[in-house]
DNA sequence: AATGAATGAGTATTCATTCAT
DNA sequence: GATGAATGAATACTCATTCAT
């Protein structure tokens, strides 16, 4: 609460989020050795980078508080000071997940694009986002398992994902009136199309990889699914 | 070991499997009450049924041994005497499943339709089957949260899913000779593709619910997205 | 019932028991298999031997039934059929080697020897037969643990050991008298040492190996056991 | 952390370690009561005190870690918390128990005695020891079934007994010099003549009170014993 | 703010034994 | 005589959470 510089590395902190498929986070957890000891939002941070991790990697059942402490560094009690449960600690890391996402999306500027041009992109960008970084992917699953018993409980997160889905709407109006874009198009529903091509080829990467015996994770792969990805939603959204 | 129409019932309820999308699969477990006894076929028909719902419905660490024994009324020590370890009976419940898929696909006859009406009629089935049964979805979240783990050791699953995607080239020659289908299609890809348009909306149904503040369960909000996804699909492919 | 031949067959494979350290008994087991089939003392004798050997290298806690009946290739319940229990089993498998012991002793014929080349003969006869078999010593060393609470229902193995007894007092009496063998030696004292140093290096061989980092059982650590442990009786008994 | 009085306590409670034959050890477990709560070398001190009871006197398999814990008063979770597996808590009550016997050892002083009055006292300290105790007999016996798996992954206890050991080597060279002890006497095989010949019958006492239909621990049949044992090993080794 | 000891309900798995054929 | 299915009590170990400092 003292030292300023050391909060704003915190704050990069938190916005950073894990990233890499299942790997470390790579998060800046060992810079912070050297200060600790009273590090409030720090503290709070290290938690919620790891809890992510953790419950991207195993699951909300999966995960362990005692290991969340562990390699946050922490108290366990720490866990309950911030976040009073596991529950809750959960609910943090789902939210901050959506949050991160919207936030990325936003970057996106669809609005000064082509319409056909703008769809390329934002099905590459999400295409993209999980090739770099399957957390959200696997919380999502975690989630839609115990049938978003937490995330109905956060008052933050409805209609969060707006923003993106007004933009495919302008996209879609733009089009439409220059003749690039086919008629009965539904912003939501090509959000879901668009998002949910995507989004298969990597929640199921790895039984996909034991179906087709092939390690359906390698950049030949990956590059090849692009491809046709991208092509595929250009042909089914085009006049 | 001895009567024919005990093994005829069995048969029949080994094959139908558990259905629903995660309530109770409705199984004929109370039928058997009079028989019983010295069941094994039955018996071992029951812990699989009752364990592909309680896997699917709680995912692998999730789900009891307890739990599974006490729901087909047999003796916790029977899992272990017909499947040796809650891991191997999940991974029967997987190869089930997956058995299951294959035998359900193989009925469709896509070789006797247009190419066109070829594709729209997989993707309705594809649809329509996640409609009725979001088991194998379930199964397929858990699986890949533990990275195959438990798929890879089977040495059933591998190359089952090539009848259809044979059937799918197929498709794209005909369509492709006769100039309905556009090039450049490869069918492990629009496999994918087909799967993952449908996947998606159902993998994430309770999330989605949530984001859009409305239940996407509802027939309308399936009518919708299912006319949605035939038509993309359609003009995917189209020459 | 009917093959003398078989019974005769059976009759040694009872006699010879299990032997080798801890490893396989060699009993022949696998000659039965062509016969089978309502061979009653046959499977008796098979369930016998298996859990000799089971017993002797897991203790009585560490056996498992359904072990000693795969082993012995006959259903568990055959074990409950010839031997009511668990415990009784065991309680067979404890006379029986008892039995062995004693039968074994007395083939030795020291009556014939000069008092001191009988003690010699005694003493290395005993090294010998742990260094063939272990088997006693583990099951003994399993049924001491719990206080010979299993042996004392024994009705049979009461005083069995008297013969070797009576056998050492005679070479006492005989040593004393022509003045080679020591005053006040008592038999039973003196073949407690006597099976006792004999006993210690190789009911410890493992944790000996251990504190001594080497292998206790190895020829040369055997050879030299044995040379000490005879030059040690002699001169503790001559006069 | 911060009384060391109570410490002080503690560390006297644990250099103790468990006495008596088979039954109760009467550690100090009563005395802790008082204080008790957030007391973390008392509860592992009490931990591996019951800990030592119950292996030695059921063996490993036997010991149950539920008794352990009610016995010790603690929480089940405890004995995880402090040593992490059943195995790991019964390694370091072997270790503990070498490191008693060989600090027992240690106060012999026996270089101060004559060769042969040494080798005397050393066989009635080690029969004596053997009166008041049979902790260790029965936790050797236990880790010599599992042929010494569990001490094999010790890092502490190699060469332990060397002390020892060397002692009787710098008396063997004295008597030998003087011209009491005989020649050819290797210091580690009379260690283990000695250790095992008053071993064996506090090992088998129970068997052989069967046998001899006697109660072989009777003080009568400990002094008769113990008059044999010390004769024959002053017999063994004399010029 | 932070720590580490302590807890009770639970979790997969095992085991000797009995039942029905 | 022989078989394999079925059982209930237990066994080592785990987990989220709270207590005392």
Redesign the interface.
Known sequence: MTDPARHASVGIEANRGPSAA?GDTGVTEAVQKTVRKRDSAGTRARILNVATREFAN??Y??ARTDDIADRARINKRMIYHYFSSKELLYLAVLEAA?ERARSAEQKLDLDTLEPIEALTRFTEFTFDSFVRDRTFI?L??????Q??KV??K?AR?????SPVIDAIARIITRGHAEGTI?D?L?A??LW??I???C???F???????????ADMESPEHIA??RA??V???V????A
Chains 1, 2, 3, 4 share one sequence.
């Open positions: 299942g195993r699951g059942e999966g959506y696997n999502l699953a975690t989630e839609n398992r049938r978003a995330l109905k956060s997160v409805n209609m969060m994902n086919r009965g539904d939501r529903q879901v199309t998002i949910g091509i989004y298969f080829f929640s199921n990467v790895y039984t996909l990889s034991v179906i087709f015996d090849e699914r046709h990805v092509e595929f939603v042909r089914g959204v085009k």
